[in-house]
């Protein structure tokens, strides 16, 4: 098992470093900054933005990872009273002592109870989660080669540590199997700018944009299923 090293990111939020692999769950400028940036910022809110008429965003998120981007995404739900389903997969969750030094219950103090925060983030596992009115939340427990999902997306977070740490997740291979599930004006975002990436989302017929990256970051990248 990797050692996993909690450390403080330049915006004063805590993530997780990978000691074996030299790779982090978030940029070193700022977790909570990254991900709200990449996630919400250039996904949800953009896609909500362009589709004004729509009662649900379905998000599928590839990697639960430390669970900041579902804290977001439920966070944004509420507050603009706007049903979110929020699929992941992961196959290695964090256990609950990371998930307390990590400290994110506390980020979002209005987003429900503690209680309720810390089950989204440490169970809840392989079942459907009722949050809130606003916020349903089904996280699976599996390899992300064996995720199947009755759903199809209207959003995907796709979140795999960098190629250097998990090469394969960033082949057409992988892509392809979220890819899938993206309906038709559907929008992958990710905070991945690599050409081969760009190269081939356009492959698997999807409209790739350069967007600026978050803080510490160049470029990201966007694309929408034609």
Known sequence: MTEKKLFKTADGTFSLALEN????????????QESRYVYI?????????????AIECRVFEMGFGTGLNALLAADFAHQ???PVYFETVENDPLISEVHGQLGYTALFPLLGSEKDRRELLQNAWDREL???TYFNCFKKQQDYYQWESQSEFNLIFYDAFGA???SEMWEEEALQIAVAKLKKGGVWVSYCAKGSVRR???????????????PGKREMLRATKL
Do not use: I, M
Not at 21 to 32: N, V
């Open 21 to 32: 692999h030299k790779e982090t769950y978030h940029s070193r400028h700022g977790a909570l």
């Open 41 to 53: 910022e250039k996904g949800l809110a953009h896609w909500k933005e362009n589709n004004p008429k």
């Open 80 to 82: 603009y009273t706007f």
């Open 130 to 132: 009722q949050f809130s």
């Open 164 to 166: 250097h740490a998990q």
């Open 200 to 214: 081939a989302l356009q492959s698997l017929g999807l409209e790739v944009e350069r967007l600026p990256g978050p």
